[in-house]
């Protein structure tokens, strides 16, 4: 049975900086990503992780926000820089039913997820 547990949320001020994890245990998927979801808004694509390391990035991360995994350990991370209010939401670690799309497809499996609080 697939788990996934996520970790690392909280409250930070403008300008900090989060760094998200996500333990998979049961099975570690080729293909990974993170989403998060604001109260009274739809989930969101965040950003998509393959084995050997291809990133995808929603157009508002990109440049802020790196994903990164470590098969070894089957630990995903999202490195979350410069945040600002619009990015509090849960964030979950999830398995994407593509690796292309922003998980626009679906999901195979997700974390419980993690609260960010961003404060201006």
């Known amino acids: 049975q697939v788990q996934l547990e996520e970790s690392g949320g909280g409250s930070v001020q403008a300008g900090g900086s989060l760094r998200l994890s996500c333990v998979a245990s049961?099975?570690?998927?080729?293909?990974m990503a993170w989403f998060r979801q604001a109260p009274g808004k739809e989930p969101e694509g965040v950003a998509t992780?393959?084995?050997?390391?291809?990133?995808e990035y929603a157009d508002s991360m990109k440049g802020r926000f790196t994903i990164s995994r470590d098969n070894a350990k089957n630990i995903l991370y999202l490195q979350m820089n410069s945040l600002n209010p619009g990015d509090s939401a849960m964030y979950y670690c999830?398995?994407?039913?593509?690796?292309?799309?922003?998980?626009?497809?679906?999901?195979?499996?997700r974390g419980q997820g993690t609260q960010v609080t961003v404060s201006s």
């Open positions: 999830a398995v994407p039913k593509l690796c292309t799309g922003l998980g626009r497809s679906g999901y195979y499996h």
């Open positions: 049961g099975s570690f998927f080729s293909c």
């Open positions: 992780i393959g084995r050997d390391g291809a990133t």
